[in-house]
């Protein structure tokens, strides 16, 4: 138990960390959309472009892995809209909420943790789950959104919009401009590899204080939307990793290690992301801020729980 709180307290204290400096007013509101910005803009991008243009398209053809965190990811997803869709129709609060219990924290939270808990080799699966909930997740999502908000506009305005968004996501740009690298067989030059390390260096750490910072925010919140934070948490911690492990062991099988760091990545709680979207859209908010919130808690626990489980 000590080694396995080794692992998990230093990334949570992080967090702790930034919600205390919030909590006390040494930081102003401001200062969690600034850090989240530095983070979104520059240095998650240079951690996620360092780690394509020096990975091999061998390491990143991992099918039964992208299969298994793809799958559990998305049906997640799809389970939660439709059900808000057969509670309250198409609106475009079912998305917002199916990213509250299907994105799973993978660019803030996945690299440090799966970092500490099984080793280096595991940036490439983080790597793989972070593309998936950037480029497959949160991109369908804008996509659903968009065309839920102009039902009945000019399909080529629609898709001018939704273009728009996808191409000025720089966790979308980055690594698929690295992708050049892998392909072409050129390496990065000196200099901009040292520059890409020392911004990307500090994607954990800056994202692990400004979450703390946002969930250090102090929120309203919605009445009668306990059951349905519960609800999103849950699928989000449970439901999730199991429908993980439940596909690693059947349909694709995985390797031990591919499986516990599929199913750890499944695990993590819900990430900034849907929140940003909520806020932008002004759909769900308040609920989506609870989720991250109970879902980061809680997933001390759960997580803990799982490392001494597989030692």
């Given amino acids: 138990m000590t080694a396995i709180l080794g692992i998990v307290l230093p990334v949570f204290s992080l967090i702790f960390a930034g919600w205390l400096v919030r909590r ?15 983070v979104v803009y520059l240095a998650l991008p240079a951690l996620l472009f360092d780690i394509v243009a020096r990975s091999s398209w061998h390491e ?3 099918p039964h892995f992208v299969a298994v965190f793809t799958l559990s990811t998305m049906a997640i997803f799809a389970l939660t809209v439709a059900a808000h869709a057969r509670h309250s129709g ?8 199916g990213l509250a219990a299907s ?6 939270l996945g690299f440090p943790l799966l970092l500490a808990a099984l080793g280096p080799w595991s940036n490439t699966l ?27 506009s000019h399909p080529l305005r629609v898709a001018a919009k939704v273009g728009k968004s996808l191409a000025t996501n720089p966790l979308i740009v980055a690594p698929v401009v690295a992708c050049f690298f892998p392909t072409s067989g050129i390496a990065v030059p000196g200099p901009v590899e040292v520059f890409l390390k020392l911004l990307g260096g500090a994607a954990s750490p800056a994202a692990l204080v400004g979450l703390g910072l946002f969930l250090g925010e102090k929120r309203e919140a919605a009445a009668g939307a306990g059951l349905l934070t519960a609800i999103l948490v849950a699928l989000k911690l449970a ?5 993980a ?4 062991v059947t349909l694709f099988p995985l390797d031990t290690p591919a499986l516990h760091a599929a199913v ?3 695990m993590l709680p819900t990430g900034t992301g849907p929140f940003m979207l909520a806020e932008f859209y002004g759909r769900e908010a308040s609920v989506t801020a609870r989720v991250i919130l109970i879902s980061t808690v809680l997933s001390i626990m759960t997580v803990s729980a799982y490392l001494t489980t597989i030692g």
């Fill in 60 to 62: 990143l053809w991992q």
């Fill in 103 to 108: 994105y799973p924290n993978t660019g803030f």
């Fill in 24 to 38: 006390i007013g040494v930081m102003g509101p401001q200062a969690t959309s600034e850090l989240n910005r530095f």
């Fill in 245 to 248: 492990w439940v596909l690693a």
């Fill in 239 to 243: 439901v999730h990793p199991l429908l």
């Fill in 126 to 152: 983080t790597l793989i789950s972070t593309i998936v909930v950037a480029c497959v997740l949160f991109a369908g999502a804008i996509v659903l959104i968009e065309i839920r908000l102009h039902v009945g």
């Fill in 264 to 266: 750890l990545l499944a």
């Fill in 90 to 97: 198409f609106e475009a609060d079912g998305p917002v909420l």
